[in-house]
């Protein structure tokens, strides 16, 4: 008898143990959405599997430090993808995204930026889902920006009909090919035509972003923000185009 009234408390333990774990588990798996101020421009970095570090960090860095300059509308910054799970770079670097953009509810974007991403040239542009999100996203969006072969997700969502572009001075004549409809530019490092702006891509993914919040918030706040970084800030010396 004693035996079985030990078995039986073992037992019960063991539940109550199970039942605990399984409330850390249930907590642990809760997401937790980053918190957006109001009156901020909403900017959204879309990333996956691929994305080239520089393409979204330059913009994100830019864009974020807009948060400690007065008098302006700053921007909330975060990623989107098409997972829960982190998302690995080119380089090797984890991402977890702050939300997902095939079942979240998302907030409004006002700003959507598309890095480049290693399969944006190929496989990316087969992705439904992806350039559906890209499509929607763009037309309801104030701008939307790309950086380096992120040209050719806009592109392929038809965001760039009409427009003047450009992309990564090497992938030039391959967007040309893909798309021959439209009007892409070489010797530029960025294009500037309505709410688009397309940016060759890498460390000049800086100037894309200074760029914008310069047609934004003034010169002064862009050259503030490049100072904050240790950027000579000079838009007059940068090669660019901008349609009216």
């Not at 691929?50 to 994100?60: I, R, S």
């Not at 021959?180 to 993914?205: C, N, Q, W």
């Amino acid at each position: 008898m004693k035996r079985f009234y030990l078995l039986l408390f073992i037992v019960v333990i063991s539940c109550g143990e199970t039942k605990t774990e399984s409330k850390k588990n249930t907590a642990i798996k809760q997401k937790v959405f980053p918190e957006l101020k109001p009156n901020r421009y909403n900017v959204a970095f879309l990333i996956m599997d691929g994305t080239y570090n520089t393409e979204l960090t330059a913009p994100y860095d830019i864009f974020q430090h807009t948060i400690f300059r007065k008098g302006i509308k700053a921007m909330n910054v975060f990623t989107v993808a098409d997972r829960d799970k982190y998302i690995r770079t080119f380089e090797g670097m984890r991402i977890l995204p702050d939300y997902n953009y095939l079942k979240d509810s998302l907030p409004r974007i006002d700003i959507l930026v598309v890095p480049s991403a290693e399969h944006h040239l190929d496989s990316d542009l087969e992705n439904k889902s992806l350039i559906d999100f890209v499509k929607k996203t763009g037309k309801e969006a104030q701008f939307v920006t790309s950086h380096c072969d992120g040209a050719f997700v806009l592109a392929k969502a038809g965001l760039l009909n009409e427009k003047v572009s450009t992309t990564f001075p090497s992938d030039i004549d391959k967007m040309k090919e893909m798309f021959p409809e439209l009007d892409i530019r070489k010797e530029v490092l960025f294009v500037h035509d309505g709410k688009y702006i397309t940016s060759a891509g890498g460390a000049k993914s800086f100037e894309a972003a200074l760029y914008l919040c310069e047609y934004l918030y003034g010169e002064e706040i862009a050259k503030s923000l490049a100072g904050g970084l240790v950027i000579d800030w000079k838009l007059r010396e940068v090669p660019h185009l901008i349609v009216k």
